[in-house]
């Protein structure tokens, strides 16, 4: 099964200089190799066998696209709100409740998601995916630092 994920994260590894070489904007090529950096860390860390990568990436990439859609909007009233000089405290409390509300849409996906995935990998292996995320951005966040220092 090692086998298989070392076989996937590899096939990942050479793929993505193929696909950042095919971005024209540099916005989209650092996306590109932070998504491919993400898939073979999510791989690994899950020690996916190649039934379960078949299985997992396909739902695993709508949950993404459907979270990435509340994280926009999210963003979007955000920044709409930020540009209010003096909000009033009726825009506030709107602006709250409407976080709040996307916060609880996240949750509400993670429980949509969680049934589906069930059906590709083992629970332990989806409670390991809930903090998987944390660990990808920490570890990113790093790696630029790192590059910033030298």
């Known amino acids: 099964m090692r086998k298989y994920t ?3 994260s590899l096939f990942v590894a050479l793929i993505a200089p ?11 090529a650092a996306k590109d190799k932070v998504e491919a950096l993400r898939i073979a860390f999510i791989t690994e860390k899950l020690n996916l066998s190649s039934k379960e990568a078949e299985l997992f990436w396909p739902i695993f990439n709508s949950f993404q696209n459907e979270l990435k859609g509340i994280r926009k909007k999210q963003r979007d009233a ?3 709100f930020k540009l209010k000089a003096n909000p009033s405290e009726k825009e506030c409390e709107n602006f709250i409740n409407e ?18 995935f069930k059906k590709a990998i083992p629970a332990y292996k989806i409670a390991k995916l809930l903090s998987i995320e944390q660990e990808f951005k920490a570890q990113l966040l790093k790696r630029l630092k790192e590059r910033r220092d030298k």
Do not use: H, P, V
Request: glycine residues 2%.
């Open 6 to 8: 070392i076989i996937l």
């Open 78 to 80: 955000s920044n709409a």
């Open 99 to 116: 976080q709040l509300s996307f916060r609880q849409q996240e949750t509400d996906l993670w429980k949509k998601y969680s049934t589906q």
């Open 18 to 28: 193929f696909e950042l070489f095919a971005q024209d904007d540099e916005d989209g």
